[in-house]
Structure formats: structure tokens, C-alpha cells
């Protein structure tokens, strides 16, 4: 708790004072077609100067850092802040609680994902001698943001950033088909869950996406969070949910992929194609010319010879950017990991833990004051500049000389003000107490 106080000398003026695409039917539950493409990537490019200015500056260090190949994570991990949305009507009433808590639990199935550390690795022993050694660990962290909330969104400083109907689905970032965007929620990634129309399980803004835009990510409630571990149970959400194939939450690792500049495995193409970027391919990912949407014959995979093949080489269906089932997803290749990590760090986040994501030092109360010369029946502004988050705030204001008379003596008001409505100078006294 900390205080700070002010004394205005007030002179009563006579004149007028001084006084911020995936998609997935409902009966298709064994297809997925992602709409996050090159060919999207492209015409943000044309249309969208933000966007093209956003691709051009992260340009020198993403290829620089991807020559050098492997992040090396000894110096720790790259952390991201993360804020979760829940579009207004998707959590059923009564289960916030819960949703919160579905949203920490995918969270926490994306870093496993990032860690190289998926536990459907598991499925797959005879694929060691293949692609073993390509499974890449990113040395990029997430972290669910707790503090530094922008207000009006229902959350108070300590809570996890997961808003429940406070975000404007129809605000559609620009260049993109179902991606919200909100520019006060700039400098996270950002992740939309909605019940989204058409089919559509998911989307990212950008092969690679603009991290200060308030922008970021989009997927359906039946595929976010995860069956598995899902604390709601079946009525996580309002939307009508069916099938298994994609309900272990990869969609999100997918749609993030994206959003770090990763492409398609099969680069949106056919043999040719290459995975990223337009002109230079990732050494480490076989080419293919089949997506496999879908596909969920990995548990009958006993050799590497056995994998479906196209391009007359192995195909990694089970890489998180195909579109396989989630059931046969359980990686990303040490070279798409160098991708994301060198994006991460051209978007400017480092290894220090942000200040999004721990316990501030105590606040430190300040404010100030719009001008001290004001004329009967006209008020004194004042606005907090305390540091540091605080939650709570307790103004008084007194009189401690002339014959001035004020409207109120208190307030709990961030930003309140007070009126003169008798006299003609004197001094007041404002105290500031904040926690």
C-alpha cells in the first residue's frame, strides 16, 4: 500500500477556466482443409501495408537466425505472453470457471507440442530411424499473461488472460476470414476460440503474424482444449460437438505454426512445392503431395517403408502442419523449429519472463492534476499514473484553507474528479492511496 498527496492552491477565476481456415462439417468430421495458405499470405501482402511493413521487418533476422540452424535453448527459452478469448456464447452458463481452467490445461498440451515432448510420440517406435532425430524441441515458452490486463474486459490483475465475451468477433483482422482482432490486446498472442460458421476449425492472420496488432489466431470450440483432459466435461461449450478426429486440441498447434511463419508441409502444392519460404524450402521436411486430412492410420505403421508415400519418399503426415487427424500428429522438425524461434525473436520477445507474466514489485502511487485555475461550479481532474498494476484506489480530498466548499470528500474511482460549488480560493488537499 503506498500513498502520495497533493496540495492545490486553487484562485476561483472570474472567466472560463483550463479544465484512448480449417474446416470441418458437421458430418465431415474426417476431413480437415486449412484456409491459412500462401495463397492468403500473398494477397495480405498486396492489400495490407501493416502487414507487408510487419514481413519486411522481421525478414534480416528470421533468415540470419535460421542459417545457423538448431536453436541452442542453454540460454533458456524465447517466452511469449498469451491471452485466451472465448467469444460471447460459446461457455454455457455456470462453467467460466472451468473454461478457464480448459483453457490452461490446451495451453499446456501446445507447450508439450513446442517441447518436442508430445506423448503420441509414443505411437510411433519404428519412426525413430526416420524422423527421430528431426523431432524438434523450439526453445519458445508460453505463458499465460496475469497481470498488465487492459480494462474493461471483466479481469483483475493476478487473474489468468482469459476473457469470456468481452471480445467483438465481427472486428475481422483485415486479410484474414474469420480472425478477430482487437488492437488493446497488441503484444500477446493472442487465441480466439468462437463457434465458428461454415465448417471452419481454424485460422491464423499471417504466416507470420504481426504480434503488435492485437491480432493472432482463431479455432473452433469443438476443437479447442482437449477430450482428454477436458474439466467441463461434455458441455465445455454451447456448440453441438461430434466425432474424434480432431479433438485432441492440435488444431491450435497448427493455426501457431502459422502465426511463426510456418507453412503447410506439403507447401500448398504438389512435388514441387516448397514448405518455407517461397524461396528456399525446409531441408528437413520430405517433400509431399498429399495434405492426408484425416488420415488416422498411423497406429498400423510398423516400418518406415510402411508410411504413406508420395513424391517416391516418405511422407511425414505426422507433422503438427499436415492434416492429418490429431491422432497421428506428434511433431515439428528441428528446421521448423529454427523457423519459429527466429520469428519469435524477430517480433522482439526474448528470454526474460514478461512482465505480463509475474508479480510486479509493490505499486508506486502517482497521478496528476488538470490546472489548479478553475472558476465556481467547475471541477479538478485528476488522473492515476501509479506503476506497477494497482487494483485498488482511495482518494480524499479536503480543504485545509480559504472558504472553497467541494462536492464529495471521497473516491474509489482510477481516475475521479472533484467540483468547487462554493467560495472563492483556498488550498486543497488530495491523498492518494493505492493497493
Not at 478477430?180 to 497488441?186: H, L, T, V
Not at 508441409?265 to 519460404?277: E, K, R, S
Not at 524461434?341 to 509475474?358: M, N, V
Amino acid at each position: 500500500m503506498q500513498k502520495l498527496l497533493l496540495l492545490l492552491c486553487l484562485m476561483l477565476l472570474s472567466n472560463i477556466g483550463f479544465c484512448q481456415k480449417t474446416m470441418v462439417g458437421p458430418t465431415q468430421d474426417n476431413i480437415r482443409n486449412c484456409s491459412t495458405t500462401e495463397l492468403q499470405h500473398e494477397h495480405m501482402l498486396k492489400v495490407n501495408p501493416e502487414y507487408r511493413a510487419w514481413q519486411e521487418k522481421i525478414s534480416q533476422v528470421d533468415r540470419a537466425r535460421i542459417k545457423k540452424r538448431s536453436p541452442d535453448c542453454s540460454g533458456g527459452k524465447i517466452i511469449i505472453p498469451v491471452a485466451i478469448h472465448y467469444e460471447a456464447g460459446v461457455v454455457a452458463a455456470g462453467q467460466e470457471a472451468c473454461m478457464v481452467s480448459n483453457a490452461q490445461i490446451q495451453l499446456a498440451a501446445v507447450q508439450s507440442e513446442f517441447d518436442g515432448l508430445d506423448p503420441q510420440i509414443d505411437d510411433f517406435p519404428e519412426l525413430i530411424s526416420c524422423f527421430g532425430t528431426s523431432i524438434g524441441e523450439s526453445c519458445i515458452e508460453f505463458c499465460l499473461a496475469t497481470f498488465g490486463h487492459p480494462t474493461g474486459y471483466g479481469l483483475t490483475e493476478g487473474e489468468p488472460a482469459v476473457t469470456i465475451g468481452t471480445i467483438d468477433f465481427t472486428n475481422i483482422n483485415p486479410g484474414s476470414s474469420a480472425v478477430p482482432i482487437d488492437p488493446n490486446w497488441g503484444g500477446y498472442l493472442n487465441i480466439y476460440v468462437g463457434n465458428l460458421s461454415g465448417g471452419l476449425l481454424g485460422e491464423s492472420a499471417g504466416i507470420g503474424g504481426d504480434f503488435s496488432s492485437g491480432a493472432g489466431v482463431v479455432v473452433n470450440a469443438c476443437q479447442f482444449g482437449s477430450s482428454l483432459a477436458n474439466p467441463c466435461g461434455s458441455s465445455n461449450n454451447t456448440a453441438t460437438c461430434s466425432g474424434s478426429t480432431y479433438d485432441e486440441g492440435n488444431t491450435l498447434g497448427h493455426e501457431i505454426g502459422h502465426y511463426l511463419k510456418l507453412r503447410h508441409i506439403w507447401g500448398d502444392g504438389g512435388c514441387t512445392a516448397n514448405d518455407f519460404p517461397v524461396d528456399q524450402a525446409l531441408d528437413d521436411t520430405p517433400d509431399m503431395d498429399n495434405n492426408y486430412s484425416g488420415y488416422l492410420g498411423c497406429g498400423a505403421v510398423t516400418s518406415c517403408a510402411d508410411l504413406p508415400e508420395g513424391c517416391s519418399t516418405d511422407d511425414m503426415y505426422m507433422n503438427y502442419m499436415s492434416y492429418a487427424g490429431d491422432g497421428c500428429m506428434y511433431m515439428f522438425t528441428s528446421g521448423q523449429s529454427d523457423v519459429m524461434y527466429a520469428y519469435a525473436q524477430a517480433a522482439g520477445f526474448t528470454t526474460d519472463l514478461p512482465a505480463k507474466c509475474q508479480m510486479p514489485d509493490p505499486p508506486t502511487a502517482a497521478f496528476s492534476a488538470s490546472d489548479g485555475n478553475i472558476c465556481l461550479n467547475q471541477c479538478i481532474e485528476l488522473s492515476d499514473q501509479s506503476l506497477n498494476f494497482p487494483v485498488t484506489w482511495s482518494w480524499t480530498f479536503s480543504v485545509t484553507s480559504g472558504d472553497l466548499v467541494l462536492n464529495t470528500a471521497t473516491s474509489n474511482n482510477p481516475n475521479p474528479n472533484f467540483c468547487i460549488t462554493a467560495g472563492t480560493s483556498g488550498m486543497v488537499k488530495i491523498d492518494l492511496t493505492i493497493g
